[in-house]
């Protein structure tokens, strides 16, 4: 993990790779779909509409990950929304489908 080490540098920013992002959508992607089908069995004896409302967040979540791959394809990956500046790789290693940096998700949050 050597980008913890160095601080972030404006202008050069570290940016995931389009076939690491990939990777991680991916890997993000099957998550989701295993999680839906977990609730999609727990959900015999959980009531319909909790199970509702757990499904929807995670097709919402779905939804975004679809969006991200979109954007891979598209170059536009890795931009903030907001700012239109680079999102920091850290960030999206950890999530990967995300639209903003820190400080923009905090505003439309
Ligand atoms: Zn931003």
Redesign the pocket.
């Known amino acids: 993990m050597s980008s913890l080490d160095t601080p972030p540098t404006e202008g050069r920013p570290e940016r995931l790779t389009a076939h690491e992002a990939r990777q991680r959508l991916e890997h993000e992607r099957n998550a989701r779909l295993t999680q839906l089908r977990a609730i999609e069995e727990a959900g015999r004896d959980v009531a319909d509409q909790v199970m509702a409302v757990q499904k929807e967040a995670v097709r919402r979540v779905l939804a975004e990950i679809e969006a991200a791959f979109a954007r891979v394809g598209d170059g536009s990956y890795g931009a903030?929304l907001?700012?239109s500046?680079p999102v920091p790789a850290e960030r999206l290693e950890i999530l990967p489908y995300t639209r903003?940096?820190v400080?923009?998700q905090r505003h439309s949050a």
């Open positions: 903030c907001g700012c500046r903003f940096c400080a923009c």
